[in-house]
């Protein structure tokens, strides 16, 4: 369910990393506590982020959450196809439905996701 | 975690949980949220059926010499224009003409009504009557002896008929009948809801809800009946312009405010709140409350600001992505100025600013 070669944030981002890039989505877990997403609302590929700053929002049915990028980056591109298709965030939340890929600027911050099993300790708690 | 400290189960809880629902904490109660797709069980209601436990809901007993005075007394609609088996929506307000809750009055028998409160409000609610008795009547918080269970949608009566004799075409709008036999077992039957659909409620003993869920849905599997969450209950009572207390009423705002002037019937003689009610009746209402469609993207929520020509003029009661008409919709109070369908107005989603437009309520009404 929670692939072994991802990191993931307290707030439920995963991060999978790939050199100095990397691509970011929600968890599983995050999108069944959502519920059904309807609209996402994502920053443009150029805008740079501290680590743990805000970067959008994903709206349900019923909720709104904040997304979070747990290392400073810049935006490479935002999964486009989710304008049309939000509830692919719902169906597909380690794949497809990917929110960012981003070019990490400071990877510090990296040291402290946690790994799969630690993130599934951390949602059973 | 969905069992968070104290609250209470409904006598559906196990069902709930063997169906995979999500479950949340509601007014002191772990409810159903979604089954599986929230938008699915909307869908299923407008189109077929949908099963909803509301078994949180409260229910108050006052009966006894003077219950009918007392009520009268209390609530601002017209206790004495009810019938045995007929049922009214009406308010407790404030003596500012405010709400302190909303509610149904059903009348049983001579001086003797069953009041359905929200599950929020059970405590003051009570406490408000008691303390407000100017008869010799009983008043009982009767939570306890009653499971709720809504069955909504076209396909409602179909379903309900293959469990019962009773002739339920005869069952206007607002009437019930109490002692029907569903299924084999007794409850009182009505037909209410709070989906905008055509549907019915049942009143039942807690012992005998398992049996009688269990019983609907297989009655009405066929039919595309689903059970359905606390999430497809508000998306539809929203697009059906329906209140919800804490949202569009509270004790900040009058029935005249809240477009539910239709309930205030000032010639039914003194009841609390009155006098302030036809203060607001002779000048005029300060803000009003306007259903709105969002132009750009994104979604209103509760207590957002409202803004017209860059101004706060306002503020969101509700707001929801509607599944029925694939856009985000919303209520909200405004100055009657602004009231106008068709009026711009901005909504401010974090920091964000985005058009949305005033128009008709109810956003849906049953062709």
Known sequence: MYPEDYRYSEEHEWLKVDGDTATLGITDFAQQELGEVVFVEMPEAGETFDAGEEIGSIESVKAVSDIYVPVACEIVEANASLDDSPETVNEDPHGKGWLVKIRITDPAALDELMDAAAYQAHIAS | ?367
């Not at chain 2, 019938?83 to 407790?92: D, I, K, N, T, V």
């Not at chain 2, 539910?260 to 010639?267: D, E, F, Q």
């Not at chain 2, 957002?304 to 306002?314: F, K, N, S, T, W």
């Not at chain 2, 401010?348 to 008709?360: C, G, M, N, P, S």
Request: some cysteine; glycine content about 10%.
């Open chain 2, 1 to 367: 975690m969905a069992d968070a400290g104290d609250s209470r189960h409904t006598p559906l809880y196990d069902q709930h949980l063997r169906a995979g629902a999500k479950m949340v904490d509601f007014a002191g109660w772990v409810m159903p949220v979604r089954y599986g797709s929230e938008i699915e069980e909307h869908h299923a209601v407008r189109r077929a059926a949908g099963l909803f436990d509301v078994s949180h809901m409260g229910e108050v007993r006052v009966r006894g010499d003077g219950a009918l005075e007392f009520l009268q007394s209390l609530t601002p609609n017209d206790v004495t224009k009810l019938r045995p088996g007929r049922a009214h929506y009406s308010g407790l307000l404030t003596e500012q003409g405010t709400y302190v809750d909303d509610l149904l009055v059903y009348m049983l028998a001579e001086n003797d009504y069953l009041v359905v409160v929200n599950a929020a409000n059970v405590e003051v609610d009570y406490g408000w009557m008691v303390s407000r008795r100017n008869s010799s009547c009983r008043i009982d918080d009767h939570s306890d002896k009653y499971a709720l269970l809504a069955l909504q949608g076209p396909k409602a009566p179909e379903i309900l008929s293959r469990l019962t004799d009773v002739d339920l075409a005869t069952i206007k709008y607002y009437r019930f009948i109490d002692g029907a036999e569903i299924a084999g077992m007794r409850c009182l039957l009505s037909r209410t809801g709070y989906t905008g659909e055509l549907g019915f409620e049942l009143y039942l003993p807690p012992e005998d809800a398992p049996s009688m869920w269990q019983a609907l849905l297989e009655a009405g599997a066929d039919d595309g009946l689903v059970p359905c969450g606390l999430s497809a209950r508000d998306t539809l009572r929203l697009e059906a312009g329906m209140a919800l207390y804490g949202h569009e009423i509270d004790r900040e705002t009058t029935p005249y405010e809240a477009g539910l002037g239709w309930v205030v019937k000032l010639a039914s003689g003194d009841f609390v709140g009155r006098d302030a009610l036809v203060r607001q009746r002779d000048e005029g209402v300060g803000r009003k409350l306007v259903g709105f469609e969002m132009l750009g993207k994104g979604i209103a929520r509760q207590s957002y600001e409202v803004l017209h020509d860059g101004e706060a003029v306002g503020t969101v009661c509700s707001g929801t992505w509607s599944p029925t008409f694939d856009k985000a919709l919303g209520t909200a109070y405004v100055p009657p100025t602004l009231a106008e369908v068709g009026t711009e107005i901005e909504i401010q989603i974090r920091k964000r600013t985005v058009a949305a437009k005033v128009v008709d309520l109810p956003f849906y009404r049953r062709s």
